[in-house]
């Protein structure tokens, strides 16, 4: 299955999120989304391995095949193989331009990172513990 990168859980991490007015988003819950249909065959698999209903996953990849042109994802109704759904050649190429937008923008900041981790508490301790009770 998909494997998310694993990373520090306090490391600091700048998440890409892009609107198109009014109401669309596209982010990383889309992508790996799509990422899980491409390893899965199926939206309601995918769903399920990111805690989701199979409704839920529905919509998701509804509203992103009306965000653009091209659909990213064509599924198949049930048969003998029970049915699917598959990446089109636009939904692959989404993937990957999303997935380079992350690691650019990254670079373009990285020095902003490296400088609020410098800069951050580490071991906040609780307010009870560093406040007087007079």
């Given at each position: 299955m998909l494997q998310r990168m694993s990373r520090a859980d306090n490391e600091l991490r700048p998440i890409l999120r892009i609107d198109f007015p009014p109401e669309d988003r596209l982010g990383r819950g889309k992508i790996m989304l799509l990422e899980l249909?491409?390893?899965?065959?199926?939206?309601?698999?995918?769903?399920?391995?990111?805690?989701?209903?199979?409704?839920?996953?529905?919509?998701?990849?509804?509203?992103?095949?009306?965000?653009?042109?091209?659909?990213?994802?064509?599924?198949?109704?049930?048969?003998?193989q029970g049915g699917g759904a598959a990446l089109t050649a636009f939904g692959e190429v989404l993937i990957d331009r999303f997935r380079a937008m992350e690691t650019r923008s990254r670079a373009a900041i990285a020095d902003d990172l490296a400088w609020l981790e410098t800069v951050r508490a580490q071991d906040r301790a609780r307010p009870s513990e560093t406040l007087p009770l007079d």
């Open positions: 249909i491409r390893e899965t065959g199926s939206i309601s698999a995918a769903g399920r391995a990111m805690d989701m209903s199979y409704r839920r996953a529905w919509l998701l990849v509804d509203a992103l095949n009306r965000m653009f042109k091209e659909p990213a994802v064509e599924s198949q109704r049930g048969g003998k």
